[in-house]
């Protein structure tokens, strides 16, 4: 099993052009999130994902978009880079009614 | 105030030493976690704790559910548990989680 995987690994963007963060797992896990993670704060709830054609809104979710049209990907779109998102990107999945989860090894995201 | 909040948010120690990272909440749990994030950036899971202690080759975690504070000990350490330890709890099926405390440990 590849587990949890993300592409890219880092990213510059320039202010206002768009992209989408992949996330992929082969442990057919319903929950899927994305996270970012900034310097001197905890980990952040961006979206998640309970399950295919199901997402809902974390904690940050302005300036992001997801959709799940399969249990295995569960991608991440920034449609107007701000610098306010240079961050690191985590994806991490577990099994419902599981508590551990599994991530991904990030995307660093530098946004110019 | 933070409804996770870990002490101290750095530690750096002599190898070998004992070492103790703390973990205070304020919201009810069905779990508490304990990962670790090495420099390259992986997070990987230690623990997961709802009551009592865990142990695994040099670490143990603790957890006081009526305090709501857990802590994470390094037995013996070494220069490879240079890390950032996270603390996380799961009031339901998502996480709420804690700064990290960075640890350095020295040869």
């Known amino acids: 099993n590849a587990g949890v995987t993300q592409t890219p690994k880092f990213q510059v963007l320039k202010t206002g052009q768009s992209m989408t963060l992949q996330c992929a797992q082969d442990m057919n896990h319903e929950y899927m999130s994305w996270y970012r993670q900034d310097p001197g704060m905890g980990l952040r709830l961006i979206h998640y994902s309970v399950g295919a054609g199901i997402t809902d809104q974390g904690e940050v979710p302005n300036g992001y978009n997801v959709s799940r049209s399969t249990t295995e990907d569960f991608p991440l779109r920034l449609l107007s880079a701000a610098p306010s998102q240079t961050s690191v990107y985590f994806c991490?999945?577990?099994?419902?009614?599981?508590?551990?989860?599994?991530f991904g090894p990030g995307t660093r995201l530098t946004v110019l | 105030k933070n409804e996770v909040e870990q002490s101290p948010q750095n530690l750096t120690a002599q190898e070998g030493e004992f070492i103790t990272i703390n973990c205070s909440y304020s919201v009810g749990i069905s779990a508490l976690h304990w990962l670790q994030q090495h420099p390259g950036g992986g997070i990987v899971s230690l623990f997961m704790?709802?009551?009592?202690?865990k142990k695994h080759g040099r670490l143990i975690a603790t957890i006081n559910i009526q305090e709501k504070h857990s802590s994470l000990h390094i037995t013996a350490s070494h220069p490879r548990d240079s890390a950032v330890y996270i603390c996380?709890?799961?009031?339901?099926?998502?996480?709420?989680w804690g700064a990290g405390t960075k640890l350095i440990i020295k040869p």
């Open positions: 996380a709890v799961s009031p339901n099926y998502q996480l709420i």
């Open positions: 991490a999945s577990k099994r419902t009614g599981g508590n551990e989860q599994f």
């Open positions: 704790l709802s009551s009592g202690k």
